[in-house]
């Protein structure tokens, strides 16, 4: 905040998903003569995903965040606690009411630290006019079939390579960290793992091993190049058929080892924070909860091209038939998603460990040597003393 006046500055994501509903909420204040003021400024996604979130809270009031940047953020004091300013009531409600674990991610060293505004995971995206008779893929051995008459592309692009690897193993039944906190993942499993990500990505460009996942979407959206992508971050965007007609996006579940197992997925969405630059005043207090509240969640976040964090509109009939079924197609994974670790250092340990099994894959490296160089950036990341929450229950 700057000034005398109640006027806050916040920043998002450089997509309509993370800035239209924001903006709207904004220009409604502005609309009604409110003595609040709250702006919008936008980062790229990879900004979003990496950018040092001490340099964030020292520029805006408001930061929307991703949940594993929560250790850094509370080991430099950067954040409010919602316990500091939010009514203990308002708290509960929210922990009842959105989907999945989205708003325990946000939980950490004994409090919540931003509001759910947004949910998302990794699911899998279809372009069923693509399939031709072929069934849609539930487990990974029917993936990699599919990948033999079809182009299927896997998300590997910037962090994205280490959270679909983390994603493989919990549908192999190992969470990763769940054994030992200090080892990420057992050999077994790992190589499991990097062998399927190694079939799949076998032949591909690197062109398409550093696309992001609005980049494949694009693609989805504009060409006939990719009929699947087994394991990616929902956008509804995609999945609106008065927008993409003829090439619209389906989205189901994210594929389990086998049928009837767990959908592995890493859990995403973003979070609401306010940063110790902001001064809170209770028209802010009441403009995030209005955020969060069930009717912005059914009506101006989907409205303005928002992904909703409230299961009611997951589950709306409604909203469903406007976007194709998304919500209801994968509120499973939703709740079967596996959250991050949120220590300081992790990441960086997720950009570094995404670039060494993307070279890895790509230069044709063992699966032994990927994954003791995976290890290594792991173990090098951990603080000395690591809170029991930083690690994720399976």
């Not at 300013?85 to 931003?114: M, P, V």
């Not at 999945?239 to 890493?266: I, L, N």
């Not at 009611?312 to 596996?338: E, V």
Request: a neutral charge; charged letters at 20%; glycine letters at 8%.
């Amino acid at each position: 905040m700057s000034g005398s006046a109640w006027s806050y500055v916040g920043i998002t994501w450089d997509h309509p998903r993370g800035y239209n509903a924001l903006s709207e909420a904004g220009r409604r204040l502005e609309k009604k003569g409110s003595p609040l003021s709250v702006h919008w400024e936008k980062q790229s996604l990879e900004e979003f995903e990496s950018r040092s979130i001490e340099e964030l809270c020292a520029r805006y009031d408001l930061v929307v965040m991703d949940h594993p940047h929560l250790g850094a953020a509370v080991a430099r004091n950067c954040l409010q606690p919602l316990d500091d300013w939010l009514s203990g009531a308002c708290i509960e409600r929210l922990a009842k009411t959105c989907a999945g674990s989205t708003f325990q991610s946000y939980y950490y060293e004994g409090k919540y630290w931003a509001l759910p505004l947004d949910t998302a995971t990794q699911v899998m995206a279809l372009r069923l006019d693509l399939l031709g008779n072929r069934s849609i893929p539930v487990t990974w051995d029917e993936v990699l079939q599919l990948a033999n008459h079809v182009p299927v592309v896997l998300s590997v692009g910037g962090p994205h390579a280490l959270m679909t690897f983390f994603s493989i193993c919990v549908a192999l039944g190992e969470p990763p960290t769940s054994l030992d906190p200090a080892i990420v993942i057992s050999e077994s499993t790992g190589r499991m793992a990097l062998k399927l990500m190694a079939e799949l990505i076998s032949g591909r460009s690197e062109f398409e091993l550093d696309l992001n996942p609005i980049q494949i979407f694009e693609r989805m959206t504009q060409t006939d190049e990719v009929a699947c992508s087994p394991l990616i971050y929902g956008y509804v965007n995609y999945s609106d058929p008065r927008v993409y007609q003829g090439r619209t996006v389906t989205f189901v579940e994210a594929p389990a080892a086998c049928k009837g197992g767990r959908h592995g997925s890493t859990l995403g969405g973003t979070g609401l924070a306010v940063s110790r630059r902001a001064r809170i005043c209770p028209e802010l207090i009441e403009h995030l909860r209005w955020l969060v509240s069930d009717n912005a969640q059914r009506n101006l976040i989907p409205n303005f091209n928002g992904q909703p964090s409230a299961a009611a509109a997951w589950s709306d009939p409604d909203l469903n038939r406007r976007w194709n079924g998304f919500y209801k197609n994968t509120l499973g994974t939703i709740q079967d998603a596996w959250i991050r670790p949120r220590y300081p250092g992790y990441i960086e340990f997720q950009s570094e460990g995404s670039a060494l099994i993307r070279s890895g894959l790509g230069r044709g490296r063992s699966t032994d040597e990927i994954l003791q160089s995976l290890q290594d950036a792991y173990t090098r990341s951990r603080p000395l003393r690591t809170s029991s929450q930083a690690h994720p229950k399976p």
